[in-house]
């Protein structure tokens, strides 16, 4: 395999863990590699050379078909619990190339997502499709805009090689740039299959890469545990207050880092239902909006388990301690929700009355069927004539209400008006723009709509006249489900 500079400033430190976490992998070279969507800017945050990047040589590595001078390439192993059951899993269809230093001295993964096969592949062919590598870049880029942790995708690169599914695809390598790839499922990995020696490892890596300052705590381990819970619960609130149903919250697919990782079946609700699913296989659903908080919640509970030979050396006490820090998470939770509805209805100040202000105007949604985002929006611009929800007594009622209260504080309706702005977006990446530019690339060879819809996700706060015009809801609103990206 060729190897290539250019930039790239790539260390290794993964592969000081204990060799259980991974397996060196090289991505596996693909036939006739095409560069569709290339990310300018987050190049240039990286630091890397984007001329070269676009140019056949430059290519070859987003590709896998070359590798850059000094890469160590490999696949990470982990498990999860998938749907509640505990599976050994791994990267099967990703190798990470390394950690990169971007120019502000932050480190980065930089992974091949659909780059062959690797020791954790199982039965699959280490591949990925065109269609959901393109969905993952898109809704991963939006969600950056959203202003939501997220991972970033920098390129999608067509391999020339169709892949075999119901259907032969058309094969896509995306490169995802991360904080890191430790989810909570490396945690239950060493727990289950490494030495006491192996979880402290992982976790000592955790804490170095994510959270150096808590070395000086008095008992780095649980602080850790701490961090993460409340990045989680940060991260959650993010997601209810935008609308993003993740889809597929298994423990693989939760990052230590709290980004949101692992763009499957994901979608924006239009019309708010708090029982929303997405996802064809999630039949019980069990990942719907309204699931999501105590689906983290459980989430982190496997986390501390994995942890507890770290927490305290007599387990009833270690079990207690992550208990105890487990319990916070619904208020921390709450509290970043409440802060972010308040934010979205123009409130500055906390009163007693505002959890059933909230709690009655999603109700009132609720009831009449009404799109999450563009109600938002009305209250947002005043304009309470567009959609039926506006003209139901229900509403009418809640709105002098929320008038009342924003009377209630000192601040100025320009200022109350800029607030809203700010906490609610004028566009989303609403499912049918999706897979109208989905069909437009996969079908047609055709990435104008792609590259729109991440134009106008740059800033979803800016509120451009074109932004107002692409943010309608779609007409009929239809049941929408979205299909697991293998
Ligand atoms: P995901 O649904 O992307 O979170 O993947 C769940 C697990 O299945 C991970 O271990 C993936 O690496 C693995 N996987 C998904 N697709 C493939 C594939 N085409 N080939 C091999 N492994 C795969
Ligand atoms: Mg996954």
């Known amino acids: 395999m060729t190897k290539q500079q250019r930039n790239w400033h790539l260390a290794d430190s993964y592969t000081q863990l204990p060799h259980i976490f991974y397996k060196p992998t090289n991505p596996t070279p693909v036939k006739a590699p095409k560069l569709l969507i290339f990310n300018e800017e987050l190049a240039a945050w990286l630091g890397l050379d984007t001329d070269f990047l676009r140019s056949d040589q430059g290519i070859d590595v ?14 990470q192993a982990y498990t999860g619990h998938q749907f509640g059951m505990f599976t050994m899993l791994g990267d099967g269809r990703a190798v990470l190339l ?33 269609g959901p590598m393109l969905r993952e870049y898109m809704i991963s880029e939006a969600m950056h805009g959203l202003g939501v942790p997220t991972t970033r995708s920098l390129a999608v690169v067509s391999t020339g090689e169709p892949i075999m599914r119901e259907t032969p695809l058309t094969g896509a390598v995306l490169t995802r740039v991360a904080k890191s790839h430790l989810r909570v499922g490396t945690f239950q990995y060493a727990a289950r299959f490494g030495s006491f020696d192996d979880v402290k490892a992982l976790a000592d890596y955790a804490i170095d890469r994510h959270y150096p300052e808590l070395n000086n705590k008095l008992h780095p381990y649980l602080s850790f545990f701490q961090e ?151 209250l947002t611009y005043d304009k309470l004539d567009d959609a039926t929800i ?29 607030l809203m702005r700010c906490n609610n977006p004028a566009v989303i990446p609403r499912n049918h723009r999706v897979e109208e530019a989905l069909t437009a690339a996969v079908d047609n060879d055709d990435l104008t709509l792609v590259e729109e819809l991440l134009h106008l996700m740059k800033d979803p706060y800016a509120h451009t006249d074109e932004q107002i015009e692409y943010a309608k809801a779609p007409i009929p609103e239809g049941p929408y489900t979205t299909y697991c990206g293998t």
């Open 62 to 75: 987003l590709a896998g078909n070359a590798v850059p001078e000094g890469a160590n390439p490999i696949a």
């Open 98 to 130: 390394g950690e990169h230093n971007t120019p502000q001295h932050e480190r980065v993964d930089i992974q091949l997502k659909g780059a062959g096969r690797t020791n954790y592949s199982r039965g699959g062919d280490g591949r990925a499709a065109l």
């Open 228 to 378: 993460v819970i409340k990045e989680q619960a940060s991260l959650v609130a993010k997601w209810q207050l935008v609308g993003f149903i993740h889809g597929v919250m298994n423990t693989d697919n939760m990052a230590i880092s709290g980004e949101t990782i692992d763009y499957g079946p994901c979608a924006f609700m239009d019309t708010y239902d708090p029982r929303i699913v997405f996802s064809s296989i999630d039949v019980q659903g069990r990942y719907a909006y309204s699931n999501q908080p105590p689906i983290a919640h459980w989430n982190l509970a496997r986390l501390g388990e994995a942890m507890l030979s770290l927490i305290d050396e007599d387990e009833d006490q270690a079990v207690k301690q992550v208990e105890k820090e487990l319990e916070a998470f619904p208020r921390l939770f709450n509290d970043h929700w409440m802060n972010g509805m308040r934010a979205k209805l123009g409130l500055f100040n906390e009163e007693p009355e505002d959890d059933s202000l909230i709690t009655s105007l999603l109700d009132i949604m609720k009831t009449h069927k009404a799109d999450y985002t563009n109600t938002f929006l009305g």
């Open 390 to 418: 506006f003209s139901t007594d229900d509403f009418r009622k809640w709105h002098k209400r929320w008038l009342r209260r924003v009377e209630k504080q000192h601040e100025t309706d320009e200022e109350r008006k800029d």
